[in-house]
DNA sequence: CGTTGAGTTGACCATCGTCAACAGGAGTGG
DNA sequence: CCACTCCTGTTGACGATGGTCAACTCAACG
């Protein structure tokens, strides 16, 4: 569907057996850098790689289920993982992609709060969550790097309430290929196509649109040479007026 | 306009003039416990009492805008507070309403990211960020304290995700009528009576809609016998229905 | 070559926004 | 004490943005 290699060279990770210790250790780590890793000497790596373990996760599964009970925490090595939230007659919300580095469990409840799905084939860095706050407890500069991370979650958070609260379908769109180019542009270098991993019905349930309005609406800036449509993603043409859109 | 003291025996806490430092000790602080203070012990207290400052807020000013730099962060002790975003063509997202025992700042980013408006009067620790930083750094337990809210908080921006971008009117009304007396409830022994401090424009800026909208659908809950209008609140008639409405 | 599933497009419609008028309370000043 | 204004909130009429329903294309896959 989607190549990640062209994407991320994170995608080059070594998979190993879904559960299995893997051989790639954490100082081989491509994504140590931006994730909550970084917090860590070389030392406390170690024992944070003991209670590592790595999984690969297929297209269209699921990490976990926003009900289940979090006895793990993970962090993405590669690939692109759907965060959403379920009403019980079937509406769903999007509240986010989670990227290379991002880190699954913050919220340290005793339940996810939301669903995480792979949109691509994905490799997650899993610890059992016990023995990850365990080791938390005795890393003050892992605790103040996971705070750090969720208060930009929480900042992102809020501005996706103004998109939802206030935008119409269109600035929608612009703010979302605004920030989702901003975020991959941040690991890789700058492509001149933007690749979307996820499906219309995806960025509709992001957004807070149908999957009708966003097609549209994505028709109508490839009408305007705001974009082009590729496969599997959209190359930029304008830059400037898209950001325009975005305001802010 | 809306008197605190039915509402939060909390208001009742003794108001200094502004910026001086206060009478009122930290161990007599009655949102101790539901702040971040929670975290420190008696000894503890004493050395953020230092570097502690009062404040009382008038209704409708501002305690800061989103663009000033985060010199400062907050412990609010009475009152409530509007959070918000605002758009450069005037749009406004509510991103929150704070309560005492609320902490404004944890982004601990250098732009608050939010500006903050007080609805009622209002009372507010406030400490200097880098000395609070500083102090922050030696106290693992008010890291990880920290470190819950934040992620309580990003919780409860997901869930306000799932509102603005998947609900319709009298869904967003129920919702946040539900949410409201949930946080309400905790701060003070049930009234019979719902306070609603913020305007009808809040409630709007804060669920998406317009003050039209949110008028009619008060009205209508009103007709419906869901709620009773009561002079600066409500009284819940039917929590059931409303929970109903409300979903999830 | 038929099937399936994602995406696109059109016609129509409903929810909610816009615009406007009005009601009622608080504060002000004669 | 009574006009007067101001502000918030309410209600109605109308319209637009975006949702609903349906038909269609196209690529992937057997």
Redesign the interface.
Same mark, same amino acid.
């Given at each position: 569907m989607f190549d990640t290699t062209n994407v991320r060279p994170l995608a080059s990770v070594k998979p190993c057996h879904e559960g299995s210790a893997c051989a790639t250790p954490c100082d081989a780590c491509q994504v140590r850098l931006v994730s909550v890793c970084a917090a860590l000497d070389v030392d406390e790596l170690e024992q944070l790689e003991t209670i590592a373990q790595h999984a690969v996760i297929q297209p269209r599964s699921m990490v976990f289920h926003e009900a289940d009970i979090a006895h793990t925490v993970y962090t993405i090595t590669s690939g692109t993982v759907k965060l959403y939230?379920d %009403?019980?007659?079937g509406?769903? $919300?999007v @509240?986010g992609f989670a990227l290379p580095g991002d880190f699954l469990g913050?919220?340290?409840?005793d339940r996810f709060?939301?669903s995480a799905e792979a949109l691509t084939k994905a490799t997650l860095c899993r610890f059992d969550r016990k023995r990850f706050t365990t080791l938390v407890?005795t890393k003050?500069a892992l605790?103040?790097r996971?705070?750090?991370v969720?208060?930009?979650? %929480?900042?992102l958070?809020?501005? $996706?309430? @103004?998109i939802?609260?206030?935008?119409r379908a269109d600035e929608r769109l612009a703010c979302f290929l605004v920030r989702w180019r901003e975020r991959l542009t941040r690991l890789q270098p700058d492509s001149p196509t933007l690749p979307l991993p996820m499906g219309r019905q995806d960025i509709a349930?992001?957004?807070?649109l149908t999957i009708e309005t966003v097609s549209r609406t994505v028709s109508r800036f490839a009408r305007e040479r705001l974009i082009l449509n590729v496969p599997d993603g959209v190359r930029v043409l304008d830059a400037r007026r898209l950001a325009a859109l975005a305001?802010?």
């Open positions: 939230k %009403l019980p007659d509406r769903r $919300q @509240v913050l919220a340290l409840a709060g939301f407890e003050p605790i103040r996971l705070h750090q969720a208060s930009h979650e %929480l900042a958070a809020q501005e $996706q309430m @103004v939802l609260g206030r935008r349930d992001h957004l807070g305001v802010g």
